[in-house]
């Protein structure tokens, strides 16, 4: 053999290594095998495995869902029911000025100033975040709503986990979470609705280890403070699958033996809902007692709301329910429509484990039972479907992969392809509403709230109060205004009553005045030249603003 060759390495014998390009992409997409001598095109197939597309399905929606946080960060939060945005706002905004305080100000509806409902959890951290790092409070309120939105999938995991649903499907199902209509939307807005849902599911992912029998001390005292905690943000978020708990508990866990053997587990049980309800109850009672020392508040009391709440037995067998609510708002843009109804029936038809079925069933009574509940408000509030729609996800996530596994599991690319039709599917959606509202543009001068609320701001002091006509009892105008305000709602005889005895909802008289288009305007506007005299109003939009005292 010639000298020269001896000294060459054998190359037929050398080992191909794949490049850095290559192998970044391998530790990526979780691939084996990749040589050095492999195409893009092969990489992708051998990467071609469902798990991996759950992967990049679950990266892709994680980044789109951090994208559209970001792109609509400075929209002011009037996108879509401003009403309730402003209101939690507003209360944010007067715990920055005044400090923490169990009768927190939501100065809407006059003096007094203190008409709670929720205990603000999510209020005072929005406070504390926005004093910390010095950020406007509106994008600070928007950014911990999607913090705590993205957090959701911790418990999410720790749950499907605790049944033994494999890494492909909590994958799916967070991709599916992340990239909803319904989430992308409101996990982004100035809401308690995120922080709520965080510890309600906080909670089912304790109790659901307390139905295992397996449960540790820490898991008694975490599911009682996450149950607490998801009563005091907000009630109606977590009572549904409280009630689904005990119910589970007691007809399907306890056994007679129970009450002889395991009379400990049975009391911890009990201890741990039962006290977290007494103090979820008396938070109810408190801010009851706090609402009815002003004369709009005490037509705001859980008694006084009872009704609203919880709706007709009419509005149960409705089309507005079953129609506007089950298929336009919740299962055509988030569950896949028809094709997630087919996925469903077929996870719980194909099925061969009885743990999954039963799952895919939970799942599903724990997503329909609020609707059933809190009727009136669901219909109302397209909002409000964020308490509960996680489950369906869940269940549809848990159904799609069964389904997967059991017709697609020899054909990868296929396999793949069924999990991004549900994505696409979301993101359609999104594109088609979602997107429009977030995309259309808010400001000074085509917003009416904003317009008068920058005049009333100009030309009052900051411990003046102002009166509001023709907003209802919205905090909208009052937020942007930051004035302590009287926004009479248009309801009962308020807008009357209080022109002619102010004195009952204000013990000093407004400093302006802003009459907007209402039903009485004519009669409001007489009542106010009758106690004020003939003051000169300024137009601003389509409202009038009487000035009825002089900036310092």
Same mark, same amino acid.
């Given at each position: ?58 990266? +892709? ?9 970001? &792109? ?17 706002? *507003? ?5 920055? &000025? ?11 509806? #006059? ?5 709670? +409902? ?13 004093? !910390? ?14 913090? +705590? ?12 986990? *605790?049944? %033994? ?21 409101? #996990? ?9 849902? +965080? ?31 998801? *009563?005091? %943000? &907000? ?16 007809? !399907? ?31 109810? &009672? ?10 709009? #508040? ?37 569950? #896949?429509? /028809? ?23 939970? =799942?599903? $009574? ?17 909002? /409000? ?63 009416? $709230?904003?317009?008068?609320?920058? /005049?009333?701001? $100009? ?12 907003? @209802? ?32 909802? =204000? ?8 009459? !907007?288009?209402?039903?009485?305007? @004519? %009669? ?14 300024? $137009? ?5 603003? /009487?000035?009825?005292?002089?900036? @310092?």
């Amino acid at each position: 053999m010639p000298e020269t060759l001896k000294h060459q390495p054998d190359m037929t014998m050398q080992p191909t290594e794949p490049t850095k390009q290559q192998y970044c992409l391998q530790r990526l997409l979780c691939i084996k095998g990749v040589g050095a001598n492999d195409t893009l095109f092969a990489v992708l197939l051998k990467s071609a495995s469902p798990e991996c597309f759950a992967a990049v399905l679950f990266a +892709f929606a994680l980044a789109l869902s951090a994208y559209f946080a970001v &792109k609509f960060l400075s929209l002011p939060i009037l996108e879509s029911y401003g009403f309730r945005q402003t209101q939690t706002a *507003l209360t944010t905004l007067f715990l920055m &000025k005044n400090g923490f305080s169990f009768a927190y100000w939501t100065p809407v509806v #006059g003096q007094g100033w203190s008409i709670p +409902f929720e205990f603000p959890i999510y209020q005072q951290i929005t406070a504390l975040v926005t004093a !910390c790092l010095g950020t406007p409070l509106a994008e600070t309120g928007r950014m911990v709503s999607w913090v +705590f939105n993205l957090l959701c999938c911790i418990p999410a995991w720790c749950f499907l986990t *605790l049944y %033994q649903v494999d890494r492909k499907t909590k994958l799916f199902v967070l991709a599916l979470f992340l990239s909803s209509p319904l989430y992308l939307f409101w #996990g982004s807005t100035f809401m308690i609705e995120s922080t709520a849902l +965080f510890f309600s599911l906080s909670f089912v992912y304790y109790a659901a280890k307390i139905v295992r029998r397996a449960p540790g001390t820490a898991d008694y005292l975490l599911a009682f403070l996450f149950l607490t905690l998801a *009563l005091l %943000q &907000k009630a109606t978020t977590v009572l549904p699958v409280a009630l689904i708990f005990v119910g589970f508990f007691s007809f !399907c866990v306890v056994t007679l033996a129970d009450f002889q053997r395991n009379k400990l587990y049975l009391f911890k049980t009990f201890c741990t809902v039962t006290l977290a309800v007494i103090i979820g109850y008396a938070w109810v &009672k408190y801010s009851d007692i706090i609402k009815m020392q002003n004369p709009i #508040g005490a037509k705001l009391t859980s008694g006084a709301l009872m009704t609203w709440n919880y709706g007709s037995m009419g509005q149960r067998l409705s089309g507005q329910l079953w129609n506007l609510v089950f298929w336009i708002r919740v299962f055509s843009p988030n569950l #896949g429509g /028809y094709a997630g109804i087919a996925a469903l029936l077929g996870g719980l038809g194909l099925s061969q484990d009885s743990t999954r079925r039963n799952l895919i069933l939970v =799942l599903l $009574a724990a997503g329909f039972v609020p609707f059933f509940i809190f009727t009136n408000l669901h219909i109302v509030h397209s909002y /409000y479907q964020t308490a509960n729609v996680f489950f369906l996800i869940m269940a549809l996530g848990v159904a799609v992969t069964t389904v997967g596994d059991r017709l697609l599991g020899k054909w990868p690319l296929a396999y793949g392809a069924l999990l991004a039709i549900f994505i696409i599917s979301n993101i359609y959606h999104f594109g088609i509403d979602g997107l429009k509202l977030k995309s259309t543009p808010i400001n000074v001068t085509n917003n009416l $709230a904003m317009k008068t609320a920058a /005049y009333v701001k $100009a030309h009052t002091n900051e411990d003046q109060t102002v009166a509001w006509y023709g907003f @209802d009892w919205s905090s909208e105008p009052v937020f942007y205004a930051e004035r302590k305000s009287l926004a009479v709602p248009e309801w009962d005889d308020f807008p009357l009553d209080t022109i002619r005895h102010t004195d009952k909802y =204000l013990t000093v008289p407004p400093a302006a005045i802003v009459l !907007c288009p209402t039903k009485s305007k @004519d %009669q409001i506007r007489e009542a106010i030249i009758n106690k004020y005299g003939a003051i000169k109003p300024e $137009a601003v939009g389509e409202c009038e603003i /009487y000035l009825t005292a002089k900036k @310092d």
